[in-house]
């Protein structure tokens, strides 16, 4: 029975002095044992916390210096936006979180410009008869042209004029005549400085042809004089806007002899657009039926 009990706590048969222990010793031993366990697991839990107490000191560590430098880690590949420090508020300088960094500067925006307003076309036209003495250089104070004088080919111009006034050609020859109803005087021309009064003009024959001019505009309102005649047929002025808008058609007609008129045209367009001119001969009442121009003035 004494065997049976040793065995089941761990002992011997006999001691080594060849006496057997009691059950109170044997109890006193287990005991010493057991709080050898506990004092062996306690200082091994103790040392695990020391080292892990010092791992996470130095990692704090090692990001402060990082902090001070001006240079902050990257975020871990697969990481998300990293989080911002608790000493930088958002919104905050960046100066204050990272020491020796300027912030990004922005150029001002730059202020939008004021949009200009739409300019609305106008296109209107009367006809009149023609002054006997017509003063160029108190119609045309912004410029003018005159044909004639100096030959089917050449004309003469404002002298420092704006060059709003445009000669596109047209269809038929030219040819040059002086014995116009009413004469045209300037003081201030180029080529020809001044003229008291000429009679001259230019002139085209046949259904179909005619003169095309155009007046540049620039966005305000103009007045256009055109001083042109027929001789033995019906004449049509077309009036439009490069732009489209408003157009206008006038018609002139004598079957026997020569007659002229004095069109006024008011019109407004936008800068850059034009004023187009179309002066021709609608039908031809008599041998060499013709339309003319003499001059063109704007102001």
Sequence with gaps: ????????????????YGCRPSRSALRRIARVRQRRRWIVEALAAFACLAALVAYLGAEQHAGSRQEESGVRPGPAPGAGRPAVPSTQRPGADADAASPGLRPRQRPPSPSPSPSRPAVEPVLTVTQADVPARVDL???GPVDWVQWGLLGADRAVRKRNGSGAI???GGRGRRESYSNNPEAYAWRDGATVGSASGTTSGVYTCGRGNGFVLAVNA?????TVRLYAGLWMARGRLDLRLSTGGPTSTRRLEDPHTQHTAEFTIRFRAPQGAKLLVHWTVE?????????????????
Excluded: H, K, W, Y
């Design 283 to 299: 039908e031809s009442l008599g041998d060499c039926g013709n339309v003319s121009v003499q001059a063109v003035a704007l102001r």
């Design 1 to 16: 029975m004494a065997e049976e009990d040793l065995t089941r706590f761990g002992g011997r048969a006999s001691s080594p």
């Design 166 to 168: 445009r000669d596109e």
């Design 137 to 139: 250089t108190a119609a």
């Design 218 to 222: 620039d966005g305000e309102l103009r």
